[in-house]
């Protein structure tokens, strides 16, 4: 069966807003209570501006913003899997690990 390769410009728009409803789902409630001394209030604030600039990207004419977008949620990601070490097989790393590979693929995509 051949790939169906006009399907490609909608696939990265979903992942575009994906990441964006995934990161005000699930780190919004920590933004909303602001504790400056966490660090996963920091990774969280820092995962939301990834993913402002990735969608933001997707508007802009040039690649900046959606390469810094896929930096900032990949390094987010990679430090957020990195924190909880001891436990690393969970369900939060498992997503953790996606939103990484999703940010690398913007980086690597570049628009």
Do not use: C
Not at 28 to 48: M, R, V
């Amino acid at each position: 069966m051949k790939p169906i390769k006009k399907l490609s410009g909608v696939s990265i728009w979903l992942m575009r807003l994906g990441i964006l409803l995934f990161a005000f789902a699930f780190m919004g409630a920590q933004i909303k209570e602001p504790q400056f001394t966490n660090p996963d209030f920091w990774l969280s604030f820092i995962f939301i501006i990834g993913a402002v600039l990735l969608f933001a990207g997707s508007l802009a004419e040039g690649p900046n913003l959606t390469v810094w977008g896929g930096l900032t949620v990949s390094l987010a990601s990679l430090i957020k899997i990195g924190i909880s070490y001891p436990n690393i097989l969970n369900h939060n790393n498992a997503l953790m690990l996606l939103m990484l590979a999703v940010g690398m693929f913007f980086i690597s995509l570049g628009k």
